[in-house]
């Protein structure tokens, strides 16, 4: 009893202590900061934004009128385009995935765009929506299992792709069976005539593209030597090269664009670039291909031949790298087209192809992603600036009236973008309105983990210590932005992330709801799979 009584005392003197103290903390947690004036200790405070001269950008926007003015202008764009609901048939669908490209990385990206206020094409779509992007096993997801998702519409199990979370990872057995497949959003398309396509920065059999055709327990087998390195049987278990040019889904593709050559070839063979081969099974799965089907089909493997495509052309293959393609930093622009020029001659295929009965193309800007693994923040989020410029392509040689676009990510990243600045202050460079409490400047861009802890900090006697990022140079694309766990790879976010949508139906896409909803609400504008606006009688509809 007396223990108890000693317990409450206890418990009410931190209450009481805790509210004696708010005030302080608060002030710790939420400085307010002085624009004008000069600090009478000297140096720079470390809790608070140092008493800085800072200017608006523009002269007018000290004044209200010029935000209030700027408000009443969105209102009536929002007006405008929630009034009107446009509830025709999707004959195109187009769903572009910015993979890992998280919230923080748009935010970030905007300012590398050349400010605070700038938009990626995306962002002005008229509808928009959060994704959860959880497993079925796991609280932070992968790129497989999220790929299931979003074009299969079921949650799968981590590491697996177009299969039910019936199959665990590696589980050679569980993904035979086919009463475990699922089906993807491009085999409904497929189903109703239209044409099909895909299109990526990664290598064609990489985890997101290969949720378009393929069935795996595990998304590292992309040729047969990794099935069988985990002591499985490809002749059961085959892997997603054989898959992308033997399945039904795979065979009926008009496009295929990425990387990957090295996963299509035998270990006896090198390409072009003088890359060996990967397979055991001796199979050159590009000979397939082009014995499959007729002199319209094109195999190409660099920029030129992309360029130089026919208008005849009624399929096109194309292997632009060993692995996955360069980054667009490193790239070489005479012999990688961009993501841009690829989803353009992909347009153009589809569009000829579909015979007026429309097209399903996938698109993943799958760089962003290994950016970010990397704590190489500058890539990421150029290679966002470049997914972005495909989108803005695709939406402008299309109309709303008929095709819907879809933009999202699979999953989000640890990048927090964090601190004081003035605006436009360098994205990535140090944060210029505080110091850190050693004294040190500390990056506008940081991760919650991975390799950039290592070159972000150092070992004195014993300590360690953080780098004078001053000494640094951190606008090299090669510098590891720091990391506060080390980690070998930065892992993935579990946050929510964005989806965009522009056209038809697009404004089933707001909310915030499961990432596997995804699918099924582009075929349901889209008139696909058994339930449609066709079935349920929408407004000025008409079936394929």
């Not at 209030?68 to 009536?76: I, K, R, S």
């Not at 959060?130 to 299969?152: E, I, P, R």
Request: with cysteine; proline share 4%; hydrophobic share 35%.
């Amino acid at each position: 009893m007396r223990l108890q009584f000693f317990l409450l005392c206890l418990g009410l003197s931190a209450l009481v202590s805790g509210g004696a103290t708010s005030h302080e903390s608060e002030r710790r947690m939420h400085p307010v900061f002085s624009l004008v004036g000069s600090n009478p200790l000297g140096g720079r405070p470390k809790r608070a934004m140092p008493q800085i001269v800072f200017d608006a950008m523009k002269a007018e926007e000290r004044y209200a009128e010029y935000w209030q003015g700027m408000a009443a202008q969105t209102l009536e764009q929002q007006l405008e385009s929630k009034l009107r609901l446009n509830t025709q048939l999707a004959r195109n669908v187009m769903l572009f995935i910015g993979d890992g490209m998280s919230i923080p990385t748009i935010t970030a990206g905007r300012v590398y765009l050349g400010g605070e206020e700038k938009q990626f094409a995306f962002e002005q779509f008229p509808y928009v929506g959060l994704s959860k992007t959880y497993c079925a096993n796991m609280q932070v997801a992968d790129s497989a299992c999220t790929a299931t998702a979003y074009l299969g519409g079921v949650k799968a199990n981590y590491g697996t792709i177009g299969v039910s979370a019936a199959v665990q990872f590696k589980d050679c057995q569980a993904q035979a069976q086919t009463a475990h497949h699922v089906s993807s959003i491009a085999a409904w398309a497929q189903k109703q005539g239209m044409a099909t396509g895909l299109v990526t920065t990664t290598s064609v059999t990489h985890a997101s593209p290969a949720g378009v055709y393929a069935h795996l327990a595990n998304r590292n087998w992309e040729n047969d030597a990794e099935v069988v390195g985990d002591g499985e049987d490809p002749s059961l278990c085959p892997d997603a090269a054989v898959q992308l040019i033997s399945s039904p889904v795979g065979q009926k593709l008009n496009v295929i664009m990425g990387g990957g050559r090295e996963n299509f070839l035998p270990k006896s063979v090198t390409d072009n670039s003088g890359a060996p081969g990967r397979r055991l099974d001796g199979r050159n799965l590009i000979e397939e291909w082009k014995s499959q089907h007729t002199n319209s089909a094109h195999y190409v493997e660099n920029r030129r031949e992309l360029l130089d495509l026919s208008n005849y052309t009624s399929r096109v293959l194309g292997l632009f790298a060993p692995y996955h393609m360069a980054y667009h930093l490193d790239a070489n622009p005479r012999e990688q087209p961009t993501l841009e020029e690829m989803v353009q001659a992909a347009m153009n295929v589809l569009e000829r192809q579909s015979a007026g009965r429309g097209y399903f193309l996938f698109v993943e800007g799958g760089r962003i992603d290994h950016g970010h693994h990397d704590t190489l923040a500058l890539r990421a989020i150029d290679e966002t600036a470049e997914f972005d410029k495909a989108v803005r392509f695709a939406r402008s040689h299309t109309s709303t009236d008929d095709t819907l676009i879809v933009v999202s990510s699979d999953h989000s990243h640890t990048m927090s973008l964090a601190g004081y600045s003035s605006r436009k202050n360098d994205i990535f460079g140090i944060n210029d309105g505080q110091l850190a409490s050693d004294d040190l400047p500390y990056a506008t861009l940081s991760y919650a983990n991975g390799p950039g802890y290592d070159s972000n900090y150092l070992r004195e006697g014993g300590a360690v210590k953080r780098k004078n990022l001053r000494a640094i140079n951190m606008k090299n694309k090669d510098f590891m932005f720091p990391s506060t766990v080390p980690l070998e790879s930065e892992t993935h976010g579990g946050d929510d992330v964005a989806v965009f949508a522009s056209g038809p139906y697009a404004q089933l896409f707001t909310g915030v709801y499961e990432q596997h909803f995804i699918p099924h609400a582009l075929g349901y504008a889209a008139c696909l799979g058994e339930r449609n606006m066709c079935v349920d009688g929408g407004i000025a509809r008409r079936p394929r």
